[in-house]
C-alpha cells in the first residue's frame, strides 16, 4: 500500500513523499529512502526498491527533495547541506507518526546525503549507499564545463541528463566545504555499500573510499554490470533482497520473505512475487537462494533457471555418487567433475527411447575423473554413473500431486 504524504522541513517548504506500507500487516521497521542528484522520489530504482522492502515487512518512505519533483522550493536555491537537513527533517517526521527509521538508504549523491545525516538520526542504526560517492564535491565533475560560468555569475544553467537546472555558486561552495569521507569513522552505525565496477558515472574507487574509512561492521556488495541508474528492474530488485537481508541483522526484524520461505525438512520452499516477474526466492531445507530465467525469457538472469537446478542436481548426484563408491571400494580417484545440459530433441533421434513421437528430454552429462584409474576402473565408474539416486528418479515414472491452499 502506498501513501501520499507531504510534510514541512525546517525551512517551512513542503515535501512531496510516498509512504510504502507493508500489506495488510503492521510495519517491522521504518527506513528512508534518498535519491540521486536531479532525480526525484519517482526514479525507478527507487520505486523498485522501496516496493520491495515493503513487500518484506518494513515501511519506506521515498521523497523529493526541495526544489525537485512535486516538493515546494527553488532547485537552485538549494545545497548539499540543505538535502542532508531534509534528510534529517524526514525522519523526524517518520518519528513523530511513530515510525522512527532505523534505517537510511541513498543512491548516488543521496548516498552521500545519508551518509551526512545519519550522526544527526539517533534512531538510524544501519545506512546504506548504492553507487554514491565518497564526497559531495565529486558532483562538480558533472558540472566541470560551466564552472567557471558558475563561479563568475553566480549561477547558470546546466543540462544534466538532458533537463536544464540551475546551478549556484552557493551550491558549488557547499560541497567543496563537506567532509563527509573524512568523518566516516564517527558514523558509529552498521554500513553496507553498494556499487556496480562499471557504474560510469560514479568509479566504484569512491565506493572504496567509503568502505575504507568506515569502520566496523561494514559490507560491501558487487551490484555487477548494473548502470548507475539502475535502469534493469532485476538490478533494483536483487539489490533491495540483499538490502533486506543485511538490514535484518541489524534493525531487529525478520524479513516477511524469511517467514513465508519457511524450512521445511527435506522439502523445497520457493516464494515469487508477480511484480518481480520469473525472480524467486528458494530455501531447500534451510539452504536460501535466488532462481531466475534469463532476459530472453522474460527473467533478469540473477540465478539459475530451473532446468539449471534439475542439471545441477543430477551433476551433484553423480558426483556424490563416484566419490562414495571410490572411497568404499579403495579405488584411487582424486576427484570428480560433472557437468549436465539439457535440450529437447525429436524421439526419432533417439535410438535407445521407447517414444518414437514427438519430442524427448536429453540430459548430456560429461564425466571428467582424476586420479591413477585403469580403463577397466574408469569403465566401472561410468556405470556406476547411472545409479545415482537422481538419474534413477528422473528414468522412472514420476507422479506429482498438488495442493492449493489460500492465505
Known sequence: MQEKITFKNRRGQALAGVLHHPTGKKAHACAVFAHCFTCTKNNKAAVRISESLASDGLAVLRFDFTGLGQSEGDFSSTHFSSNVDDLVDAAAFMSSRDLPPSLLIGHSLGGTAVLAAAPEVDSAV???????????????????????????????????????????????????????????????????????????????DQAALIYSQAKHPKSFITLDDADHLMTHDGDSIYAARLLSAWASRYIGFEADGDELLRRVPGAAVVRGNTSEGMMVSVNADGHRFIADEPPALGGSGLGPTPYDLLGAALASCTVMTLNYFARRENLPLEQVEVSVA??????????????????????????????????????????????????????????????????
Open 342 to 407: 539439457h535440450d529437447r530433441i525429436h524421439a526419432e533421434d533417439c535410438v535407445t527411447c521407447e517414444k518414437t513421437n514427438g519430442k524427448i528430454d536429453r540430459f548430456s552429462r560429461d564425466i571428467s575423473v582424476r586420479g591413477d584409474l585403469d580403463d577397466e576402473q574408469r569403465n566401472l565408474l561410468l556405470k556406476i554413473a547411472d545409479r545415482c539416486p537422481v538419474h534413477k528418479t528422473l528414468e522412472n515414472e514420476i507422479t506429482v500431486v498438488n495442493h492449493m491452499s489460500m492465505d
Open 126 to 204: 544501519a545506512v546504506a549507499t548504492i553507487g554514491s560517492p565518497a564526497n559531495a564535491s565529486h558532483v562538480l565533475g558533472l558540472l566541470e564545463e560551466e564552472l567557471p560560468a558558475i563561479e563568475s555569475q553566480g549561477q547558470a544553467t546546466v543540462n544534466l541528463a538532458g533537463r536544464p537546472f540551475d546551478i549556484s555558486r552557493d551550491f558549488v561552495e557547499d560541497v567543496r566545504t563537506q567532509a563527509v569521507c573524512e568523518n566516516l569513522p564517527g558514523l558509529r552505525k552498521a554500513l553496507l555499500v553498494m556499487h556496480s565496477p562499471v557504474d560510469e558515472v560514479v568509479s566504484i
